[in-house]
């Protein structure tokens, strides 16, 4: 963005606009600089879209930076992130079971995490996903068998015609995808149902869960989770990556996990150009062997150069 542009919101919101790495941003430790910003109510995330609208700052809305690939020269529009009043989280008992109102900015495990303390059952699937609620909508985040669509009721939104409630039929989900990803509707704050359960068999499910998980997936490196989506028909991504001989393979600093070949690790002062290069061999050479054309979960953010063929 023009220093005109950023002096104008540095203006508008003061001490609220920071120039911050995105690297510190992203669970891949990915990622150049942009301007930050934190909205803290509805009200602050409406003028902030207004004010960059009128300046033509294009803006992006990012929740805990589990499922996105920044690029190095970093991104030239305003980063908002959310934060305050998106944090609140509201239980009601509802009928047999719960409803829960919850911010966009709410972490997902830790709402898994106290809902299986209630004895609320139906997201002990998430307890290890490490999205904001916001970000797992906009996804439509799920895990061995179970995802948001499942639980949501309705969701709150902001989007150019102002805010709205938009009941679950209307969210549009599908296998890791949702109205939100073709719109420009931010989710401010979302209701879930939720059944009644029993509070040590729900944590003894979510305990179970995070223990498969540190076994299958490679989480002492940074991550962002699945890279590629199932193909319909196909053998898993992991699969189809290892079975092309692909595990431990490196660009730069960027492997292919050992452990788990749908995931790419930052073995160590990976960019993402090597996380792309990888994401790219790792497309071609799955094609070359099966024939499956793989494509990306994981989102982008910035500019991406293609990389030249047989890197
Ligand atoms: C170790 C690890 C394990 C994972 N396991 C799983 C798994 O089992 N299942 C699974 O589905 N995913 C998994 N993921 C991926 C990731 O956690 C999910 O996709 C998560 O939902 C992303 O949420 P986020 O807040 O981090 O979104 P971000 O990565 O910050 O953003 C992703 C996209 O969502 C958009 N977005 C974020 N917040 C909002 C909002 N409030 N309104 C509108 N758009 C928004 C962003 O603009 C961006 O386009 C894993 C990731 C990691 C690192």
């Known amino acids: 963005m023009d220093r005109g542009s950023f002096d104008a919101l540095a203006t ?21 600089e942009a301007a930050v910003i934190e909205a803290r109510s509805a009200g602050m995330l409406a003028d902030i879209l207004g004010r960059a609208r009128e300046l033509g700052v294009e803006v992006f809305l990012l929740g805990r930076g ?15 992130r959310l934060a305050g009043d998106f944090g609140m989280v509201s239980w009601t008992r509802g009928g047999d079971g719960w409803l829960v109102s919850a ?15 209630k004895g609320a059952a139906g997201l002990e699937f998430a307890v290890g996903i490490p999205g904001s609620l916001g970000g797992a909508v906009f996804m439509n985040a799920g895990a061995y068998g179970g995802s948001m669509a499942d639980r949501v009721v309705s969701v709150e939104v902001l989007d150019g015609n102002g805010f709205r409630t938009m009941d679950r039929a209307a969210c549009g989900f599908g296998y890791r995808a949702s109205f939100f990803q073709d719109s420009d509707a931010l989710v401010l704050s979302v209701l879930l149902s939720l059944d009644s359960g029993d509070r040590d068999r729900l944590m003894e499910s979510a305990s179970a869960t995070l223990r498969k998980r540190r076994e299958s997936f ?16 196909a053998p898993p991504p992991g699969k189809l990556i290892e079975d092309a001989g692909l595990k431990g393979r490196r660009v730069g600093g960027a492997m292919i996990s050992k452990l788990h070949a749908n995931f790419i690790v930052n073995a160590g002062g990976a960019s993402s150009s090597d996380v792309f290069g990888l994401i790219h061999d790792a497309g071609r050479v799955v094609y070359d062997a099966s024939g499956v054309s793989l494509r990306e979960e994981i989102r982008y953010l910035g500019s991406f150069e293609e990389p030249q063929r047989g890197r």
């Open 103 to 117: 911010g966009a900015a709410v972490t997902l495990p830790g709402l898994a995490g106290a809902a299986c303390m």
């Open 218 to 233: 490679p989480l002492d490196l940074p991550n962002a989770g699945s890279v590629f989506r199932r193909v319909e028909g």
């Open 66 to 80: 589990s499922n996105l690939l920044v690029s190095d020269d970093g991104y030239d529009g305003l980063v908002v």
């Open 12 to 32: 508008a919101f003061p001490g609220c606009v920071k120039v911050m790495a995105l690297s510190s941003l992203t669970t891949w430790r990915i990622g150049g």
